[in-house]
């Protein structure tokens, strides 16, 4: 619990374009991951989460906060630096169809990643990348294929032995099995949880399904509107959830319980635009509980403890039904 972050985000905060077109992706979003911990960031679309993922590994620049990756900040990393952070970060993307290019072989695609940090050659080179083709399930002989030979599952695959060439300590893997079959999914799951063991892979995992993150994760960070609604470890969050709208998303998953207290399954409306995000608590317009206090102040995240931490000026009970309105 106590082990010094591999990642440490403070204050993190991300804006797009310009006013009056600005959109407020990320505001003010902290937590920290420790060597070989997984944490999850989940949310409805639009809640951040890609951003946050490509912000760590400075694929884009932060407006505002610090990322400091071993006691560092990347934020202000020089970009010949960058890749000594690539060295030890690595990402996994959502479509194994569009992160793989179609005109290299597979051995071209995971030798791409040890060449650029001079990791094999020769026949060393080659022998690693079959090691790592193997590693994910796949065969050796299979990197003299083009991408198009194999199924959406194996072609993660390959973008799981890519990112691993490296030999990183942090994979950002953003919504790594939403694009698959839901068949697959279970599959690259456990490929993932049986690489995380044997490595000691810490893991930022991108999700808008709970479900999977829960199952999948130490730890679970709740966005809504770019900001952190909830974070504590996987049982509290799904088990004894204290911020309302983590109780929504629960509800709406399809493994809820049908007697599930009503206010779990008072989510209504759309999201509101990150152009104009609500005052005071984001949530407050499709929070079944908000009273005047939520549109005035932005709540605190405050413990509910043992790490877990919510942004809800009330704290009800679990069963609790919604004030009428
Ligand atoms: N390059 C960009 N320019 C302008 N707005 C952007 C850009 N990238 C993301 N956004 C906006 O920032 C907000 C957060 O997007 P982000 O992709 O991080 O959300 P997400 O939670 O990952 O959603 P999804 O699951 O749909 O990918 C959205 O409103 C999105 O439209």
Known sequence: MNAAPLLAVEGLTKYFGRAPHLVRAVEDVSFDITPGEVLGLVGESG????????????LIDSTAGAIRFEGQDVTKFPE???????????MIFQDPYASLNPRLRVREIVGEALDAHRLASGTRRVQRIGELLETVGLQAAHMSRFPHEFSGGQRQRIGIARALAVEPKLIVADEPVSALDVSVQAQVINLLQDLRQRFGLAMLFISHDLDVVELMCDRIAVLYLGRV???????????????????????????????????R???????????APPSGCVFRTRCP???????????????????HRFACHYDLAYDEEPAAA
């Open 47 to 58: 809640s951040g989460k890609s951003t946050i993922g490509r912000l760590v590994l400075r």
């Open 80 to 90: 010949r630096h960058l890749k000594l952070l690539r060295r030890n970060a690595q």
């Open 229 to 263: 609604m909830e974070i504590g470890s996987s049982e509290d969050v799904s088990k004894r959830p204290r911020h309302p709208y983590t109780r929504a998303l629960l509800a709406a998953s399809p493994k809820a319980d049908p007697d599930a207290p009503k206010i």
């Open 265 to 275: 399954r008072m989510l209504t409306g759309d999201i509101p635009s990150p152009m």
């Open 289 to 307: 509980a908000a009273t005047e206090e939520c549109s005035r102040n932005v709540p605190k995240l405050r413990s509910a403890g043992g790490g």
